[in-house]
């Protein structure tokens, strides 16, 4: 497999806190950690190969993506074996990758299902161990507080737990996955801490915490910048349902792109369509003009498009080969869909 460490045509490499120089975007890997639930709904994602996960991962790093971002939860620790056999069946080395884990939800050790979030510090520390030898090394790029809008006085174990993780050299960095403005940032000052992971994409910007991680020099990682692969410019009309063993159609209260039967939302369709135009421009496709959107709100961000197929990673991450958005087209594109979500008096 050929390397990939010249410049990406397009976008220029940015410096991490531990020195590594890659592309500002990395690939997301909640669905290769297979089906699995909490509170009997689907939480995971059905049909799910690991052998064409791992050649999904491989198109990812041919395009020239470093930053892998997973979770101790995803499939119960199933996604970070996925990635570390992805890696060793690669030509790069462990320090070629940004490896960013997450802890902070449990699963059941025999089924794998998620059981509940958890602020305990030995939970914490257990799970960055788990990783590690998952991947079989020393330290992890970046370790975050995987639940979000967790109250900042229960979560004081947590961040002792990654401080100390930290310390010891287990981890480079840590951050917290969280889209509460005061929640993000109250361990901010903390050594070691880098990254915020918050939602972002054109139906969900995000300007007042891009503001406050610019502010601080932190990295904003994104998570659905393609809203569930309602960006990736495929729904039209009367699409078909996901299917019922798809987290999709999960029915979950935060789940605003997709209704209880898995169906896209219409609305968000059609807003897809009124856009469509201006996403795609410069040979873009719909995926690769939402997460150029993505870049384009700050230098700072980190867009994390989850992939199930090697097809899907070409088309996303071919984004990096097309020229940069501009600001004034970004802002053009947020004002429509500011405009079409605005209530009507």
């Not at 806190?17 to 690939?27: A, H, Y």
């Not at 997301?28 to 049909?47: E, F, R, V």
């Not at 020229?323 to 087209?329: C, N, W």
Request: aromatic share 6%; net charge negative; glycine share 10%.
């Amino acid at each position: 497999m050929e390397r990939q460490d010249q410049a990406i045509v397009g976008y220029e490499q940015v410096t991490l806190w531990n020195g590594k120089r890659v592309p500002r975007i990395g690939i997301g890997t909640w669905i290769m950690g297979g089906m699995q639930y909490s509170g009997g709904k689907p939480i995971g994602w059905g049909n799910v190969d690991d052998d064409t996960s791992v050649r999904t991962l491989h198109t990812a790093f041919d395009t020239g993506v470093r930053i892998i971002d997973t979770s101790v939860s995803y499939g119960a620790g199933h996604a970070e074996d996925v990635i570390a056999r992805a890696i060793r069946e690669s030509s790069l080395n462990r320090d070629d990758v940004v490896i960013c884990t997450k802890a902070g939800t449990l699963c059941d050790p025999t089924s794998g299902d998620i059981t509940g979030p958890t602020d305990r510090k030995v939970d914490i520390t257990n799970a960055i161990d788990s990783s590690l030898r998952r991947f079989d090394t020393d330290h992890l790029d970046l370790v975050k507080f995987h639940v979000n809008r967790h109250p900042i006085d229960r979560s004081e174990e947590v961040f002792e737990a990654l401080s100390e993780a930290f310390t010891v050299g287990k981890i480079s960095a840590f951050g917290w996955s969280n889209d509460d403005l005061p929640g993000s940032m109250a361990f901010a000052d903390l050594e070691g801490f880098e990254a915020v992971q918050h939602d972002l994409n054109v139906f969900s910007p995000a300007d007042d915490l891009l503001a406050a991680i610019e502010k601080r020099g932190l990295w904003s990682f994104n998570r659905q910048p393609l809203a569930m692969g309602l960006l990736s410019g495929k729904y039209h009309g009367k699409t078909p349902n996901v299917g019922a063993n798809d987290m999709r159609s999960s029915g979950l209260t935060w789940m605003r792109y997709f209704d209880k039967e898995g169906a896209p939302t219409k609305d968000l369709v059609r807003a897809v369509e009124t856009i469509r135009e201006l996403l795609t421009a410069d040979g873009r496709t719909v995926a690769q003009g939402s997460l150029a959107w993505c870049l384009a709100q700050s230098d700072r961000t980190i867009p994390l498009p989850g992939c199930r197929t090697p097809e899907q990673a070409k088309d996303n991450f071919g984004v990096l080969s097309k020229p940069v958005l501009s600001k004034d087209a970004a802002e053009e594109i947020g004002k429509i869909i500011e405009d079409l979500q605005r209530p009507v008096r």
